[in-house]
């Protein structure tokens, strides 16, 4: 395979490309760590994971929503790693450090994005409420540390 079509190699990416590539890597690490950690915390399997998801806009009733909700789910899932992966970008286009140090300030960038979705976005959301678990907290800041943050700034840093 040549370095113009593989993602992963070294070579130079365009602002749009970061944002694809980073905001792909993102969304799948980031749903098989829901997928995982929901499965061994509350017993979810994937379709209800992803059905957690959509509740955020359709509320409860998206747990009886099937498929359909949770494809929603999956959709609202990608569109919030793409738009979290343009954040970062779009940063580190105008912040030096955040392209030289991809590593610290990817796991910082991913932390906050865990902290501002748990307590910001989905308090203003529809999904139901639940109770506060240190497990799932912990899991949530080292997760989307290394599988958000991460990931993202690894592709930003290569921004020609």
Do not use: K
């Amino acid at each position: 395979m040549s370095t113009a079509t593989f993602p992963l190699s070294l070579r130079s990416l365009s602002a749009r490309q970061a944002i694809l590539w980073g905001g792909l890597a993102c969304g799948v690490l980031d749903a098989a760590d829901g997928v995982v950690a929901y499965g061994l915390h509350a017993g979810l399997n994937p379709i209800q994971v992803l059905q957690f998801i959509a509740s955020g806009f359709l509320g409860p009733s998206a747990f009886e929503g099937g498929i359909a909700a949770a494809a929603l789910g999956a959709t609202l899932h990608f569109l919030i790693a793409f738009v979290v992966a343009a954040i970062y970008v779009a940063a580190s286009s105008r912040i030096a450090a955040l392209r030289s140090e991809p590593a610290t300030f990817g796991l910082l960038f991913g932390a906050a994005v865990y902290l501002v979705m748990t307590y910001a976005v989905l308090p203003l959301s529809a999904v139901p409420p639940s109770l506060f678990s240190f497990p799932m907290f912990l899991n949530g800041i080292i997760s989307h540390a290394l599988f958000v943050g991460l990931p993202i700034a690894m592709y930003a840093r290569r921004i020609a």
